[in-house]
C-alpha cells in the first residue's frame, strides 16, 4: 500500500519534469525556503543591534524557532530531490554558465544545511537553558554536549559562530547572483527556467532582442579575453608515434 503510494507520488512529480517544471512539491520547498532565508538575514541583521533585554531574548528565540524549520525543510527538500526526478530546462545546456549554475546550487545547499546547523551548535554550546523546538509543537533537543568542559565548550561556540558569519556573507554574495540569473534566462535568454520554478510567470517566446546581442557580444569578448590569460595546454605529442 505505501510503496504504491510512493510510486504515485513520484510518477506524478515525473509528469511535471516532463513538462520542464518543477514539482509543486519542490516549488513550496524552494518559496518557502527563499522566504525564511531572506527573513532570518533581515531578522538577524535587527536582533543583533537590539540592547540586551527582554526584547533581544525574544528575537533570539524567534530566531533559533525559525532555524529548526530551515533545518527540517532543508532535510525533506533534500530527501524529496533524492527521490523525485528534476526537469532538464536550457540551465542544463553545456558551457560555463551551467556549470557554474550547478556550483552555485551546492553551495547554497551547504549554506542552508551549515546555518542551521551551526546556530544549533552555537545554542547546545552556550544556552543550555534554551529549550528548542519544531512549530512549538515537536521538541527538539540540543546536541550531547553536556559532558564537554567549558574550554572545549567555548572553543566550540567559537568555530560555529565563525562559521555561522561565514555562511550569511556567503549566501548576501549568492543570492543576488541567484536572482540576476534567472531573470537573465526570463529576460535575455528567454527561457522555461524560470517558468520551471514559478510556473505562474508565463514562458516567453523567443525573439531576438537588443539586450540578448549585446549580451553575447559581451560573452563572446570575455570568453576571448579568458583563452589569452589562461590558455589551454597543448597535448603532448607521442615520441613512440614518431619512431613508428
Known amino acids: 500500500m ?10 506524478w512529480a515525473a509528469g511535471h519534469a516532463d513538462e520542464g517544471r518543477y514539482s509543486p512539491v519542490a516549488i513550496v520547498f524552494h518559496w518557502v525556503m527563499a522566504v525564511l532565508v531572506v ?8 536582533m543583533g543591534r537590539l540592547p540586551v533585554g527582554g526584547d533581544k ?8 524557532a525559525v532555524g529548526v524549520v530551515m533545518l527540517a525543510l532543508i532535510i525533506g527538500r533534500s530527501a524529496w530531490r533524492a527521490f523525485a526526478p528534476e526537469p532538464i530546462n536550457d540551465a542544463d545546456k553545456p558551457g560555463w554558465e551551467s556549470t557554474a549554475a550547478h556550483i552555485a546550487h551546492y553551495v547554497f545547499y551547504a549554506c542552508l544545511f551549515g546555518l ?11 544556552a543550555r537553558e534554551t529549550d528548542l523546538s519544531l512549530l512549538a509543537k515537536i521538541p ?3 546536541l550531547p554536549l553536556q559532558d564537554l ?15 555561522h558569519w561565514g555562511l550569511v556573507v556567503s549566501l548576501l554574495l549568492l543570492i543576488p547572483i541567484h536572482v540576476v540569473g534567472a531573470l537573465k534566462h526570463q529576460v535575455i535568454e528567454q527561457d522555461d527556467v524560470l517558468h520551471g520554478m514559478a510556473p505562474i510567470i508565463p514562458k516567453p517566446h523567443r525573439r531576438p532582442t537588443a539586450w540578448r546581442r549585446r ?5 563572446k569578448r570575455t570568453l576571448r579575453l579568458a583563452r589569452r590569460l589562461w590558455p589551454r595546454p597543448r597535448a603532448r605529442s607521442n615520441p613512440r608515434r614518431r619512431r613508428a
Open 2 to 11: 505505501i510503496d504504491r503510494l510512493f510510486l504515485s507520488v513520484l510518477e
Open 57 to 64: 531574548v525574544a528575537a533570539y528565540e524567534l530566531h533559533y
Open 215 to 219: 549580451y553575447r557580444a559581451v560573452e
Open 140 to 142: 527538539w533537543p540540543l
Open 149 to 163: 568542559p567549558n574550554t572545549r565548550l567555548w572553543g566550540l561556540e567559537a568555530l560555529a559562530e565563525w562559521t
Open 39 to 46: 527573513f532570518q538575514l533581515g531578522w538577524g541583521w535587527w
Open 116 to 126: 542551521p546547523l551551526s546556530g544549533w551548535l552555537m545554542v547546545s554550546a552556550s
